[in-house]
């Protein structure tokens, strides 16, 4: 196993003060990290430093001046930048919940973003759906399927760092499926059908629930972010929604950042649940008011992987889980990848 320190040469007058400071360190942190190691180097632990002739340090320690340039060469910005995403991404999502049921679905994500007046409009669109590895041509599949394509592509404005701000001419939609709509239902028949199309159009007038519906998703989540997560040094909260039909919940983040052992850089988010949810309410979109005697425990973690050259975003791996007294209550996986089958 490699050795994370190296013995220092104490030099005379000079004090631990000054020496932790070399190493973007304070006195106790520098005394400890000795204690801790000096067994395997054969050094003496020490609380007072007179008389130390040698002391552990940190092996290849960078200061923290150090670390902030070498992580801005290797990850991308603060701000979302032109180049930042593909054009083509294959997806597939799995959902598994108690009773072991899995459903696994795959498209093509289509994503085009460009300028228009002061705002940076993406337009997405998703093609070649399959169904557990099947194309998607069960009914219901095929109904929802149609009625996307007949809006498709769908714009969204997004802010300086990439987070979705609100949906792109929320009048299109509506016209776009009400001239579409007699061809669709010439292929598509039954009353379930045009139920579903009924819906569909009507929800279509109400731009707001079109955006929360979108913006939701644990795909639309995973991929505007927010460039500021490729930057953040602490731990901090965020509202994130777990459950398309419920409320955003208070999340606790903490990121980890990698590049040295690959082309790619990789930016590991993890957070927990920050406050008591009651499942059976929480599926339902309520909170619960009383006292929850076994609250739900939820996990929310992403991965990203971007080039260290272009800074273009190359992967992401999404996962939100729960538990419920301690044992896995469903989960939803989410894989992007530009790299096309």
Known sequence: MKQGFEIY??????TLEKIADKFDMNADQ???????????AGLLWFNSFVGIEKILVPKNFKSAAERKKEHEKYFPRNLLFD?????TYQVREVFEDYGNKRLEIEYQLEL????????RVVYVHTENHRKNLQPADDKISSISIACMEAINPVGFLLDKEGKLKQLA?????FKRFSEKRKDIEDFHTGE??????DKFQENLKDEHYIFEKFSSTLLFQSLFFGMNW???NNTWLEKKILNINSFPVEIKFQAVYEHEESEFAKTKISGTVAEQLDMLYFLVGKRRSEEIQNPVKANYNVTYLTDKLQKTLNSVEANITFFVDDRQYSSHTLHISSEIN
């Open 112 to 119: 085009k973003i460009q300028k228009e007046e002061e705002d």
């Open 192 to 197: 379930i059908a045009v139920l579903l199309f």
């Open 30 to 40: 520098l005394r400890s990290f000795h204690n801790l190691y000096c067994n395997e």
């Open 230 to 232: 490729f930057h953040k």
């Open 169 to 173: 001419h929320p009048d299109l939609y």
């Open 83 to 87: 180049g930042f995403y593909h054009e």
């Open 9 to 14: 040469k104490v030099s005379p007058n000079e």
